[in-house]
């Protein structure tokens, strides 16, 4: 089946960029989301968050008349999910997104389409949006039986980099999990239309398991290098001179420390696969547990040296979960610096975050926070606490830009 019509349902960080790369290889693509704003931009041939590149494809695109946004989906070949998959309490995986983009897109679904969930899933996810489907729309299947029609199901987990979305959707290898054979073939098809990577076949569950796992490795890496700080900070030790050092051994990559680990990818998945299989997932659960503890040690650090100042004034510099975003979920350095105000209520808590314009709401309602430029912020700031490891903020440490006066608690390594 040639695919000529496309349905993206989500058009955040992964949505819109895939969203975008098959418009401009004249697909004719839909693009459904619930934010009006974020339609109204699109429409425009705007783009409504910071990523490199994508704002010309979207222009583009949208010119050529092969993309525009609307809330509601529309018939199309093939639809992609790219919905959130967050983690209820006790950290139970959340589909409910996924289920009410399911019940959205089958009305329009007439036999013979392709569904494929790109949200980063829990194992079973895809097989329990396909049963969604068929509970909508009992005259349909997943094998053509008698009196049904036929509809493919597929998951192809994204696997990109945020501020290089662009171009990794065209050159990494993708990996596509059917539910059948037919279905993976199909969805290797689609992608194979932008992807120059290779696209490996698999099965859904497989598919679901590899992302999982991808991110669970990095978040055990960054787990060592968390770890190896606490640990260095009690001897007295540079960290980031014992990682240089330690990692000159031919067989030794040490990752970086940092204040905690966000982002939707690697401080999420990881509790899907422990939530899969509770008794057996003991070194992922520690790493996520050493990773989510660490924003509390920064603020302890920050506490220890604003001791002392009757009403200190701290400077946290850096809101997003990476640097040279304006991601900011699941950021650490976001909760770090609620949880400064709330616990020295006396502070005056200054945000450097050069990529928005705005703060998040849970911090716009903190009296004792504001959103202030660099060079101000490191003049007023009895304390320093480097949480982003910007560009920007490299830059103009390296040219001795940024006062050193206070204290600096660099969680980034940004200062040596």
Same mark, same amino acid.
């Given at each position: ?77 093939? /639809?992609?999910? &790219?919905?959130?998959?967050? /983690? ?98 199909? &969805? ?18 497989? &598919? ?81 547990? #050493? ?10 650090? #920050? ?68 959103? &202030? ?44």
């Amino acid at each position: 089946m040639e695919i000529n019509t496309v349905g993206v349902v989500g058009l955040g960080y992964i949505g819109l960029p895939t969203a975008a790369i098959l418009a401009s290889k004249d697909v004719k693509v839909v693009g459904v989301d619930i934010n009006e704003r974020t339609i109204e931009a699109i429409n425009r041939g705007d783009v409504p968050f910071v990523e490199p590149d994508l704002a010309t494809y979207v222009g583009g695109a949208v010119q050529h008349g092969t993309l525009r946004a609307t809330n509601t989906p529309e018939p199309a070949d093939a /639809f992609i999910i &790219a919905v959130p998959t967050p /983690f209820q309490d006790g950290y139970e995986p959340d589909l409910s997104y996924i289920k009410a983009a399911v019940e959205a897109v089958a009305p329009q679904l007439s036999g013979g389409e392709l569904l494929i969930l790109e949200s980063t899933s829990p194992p079973g996810a895809t097989r329990k949006m396909a049963e969604w489907v068929i509970a909508a729309r009992p005259d349909l299947s997943l094998d053509g039986a008698p009196g049904t029609a036929q509809i493919h199901v597929a998951h192809c987990p994204e696997r990109v980099l945020p501020g290089r979305v662009m171009n990794e959707l065209v050159t990494n290898d993708r990996i596509v999990g059917g539910l059948t054979a037919e279905a993976a073939q199909m &969805a290797k098809d689609l992608y194979a239309i932008f992807c120059q990577g290779e696209i490996l076949l698999t099965d859904d569950v497989t &598919a679901e398991m590899a992302k999982l796992v991808e991110n669970s490795f990095r978040d055990v890496n960054i787990a060592f290098a968390n770890e190896l700080s606490l640990i260095a900070d009690k001897l007295g030790i540079d960290v980031w001179e014992l990682i240089r050092l330690a990692n000159h051994h031919p067989r030794v990559n040490i990752l970086q420390p940092g204040p905690g680990v966000g982002g939707h990818c690697i401080a999420v998945d990881p509790w899907f696969i422990v939530d899969a299989d509770p008794e057996q997932a003991k070194l992922i659960r520690t790493a996520r547990e #050493v990773n989510d503890s660490k924003p509390q040690w920064v603020i302890e650090q #920050v506490e220890k040296a604003a001791a002392g100042i009757e009403s200190p004034t701290i400077a946290a510099l850096g809101l997003a979960f990476k640097a040279d975003i304006d991601d900011l979920r699941e950021s650490p350095a976001r909760k770090i610096v609620a949880d400064l105000a709330d616990r020295l209520p006396n502070a005056a808590v200054v945000v450097v975050e050069p990529h928005i314009d705005a703060l998040p709401a849970e911090l716009a309602n903190r009296r004792n926070v504001r959103l &202030a430029p660099l060079a101000h912020a490191s003049e007023v700031a009895d304390v320093t606490v480097v949480l982003v490891d910007h560009t920007e903020f490299k830059e103009r440490v390296a040219n001795g830009q940024v006062s050193t006066r206070g204290i600096i608690i660099d969680t980034r390594g940004i200062c040596k």
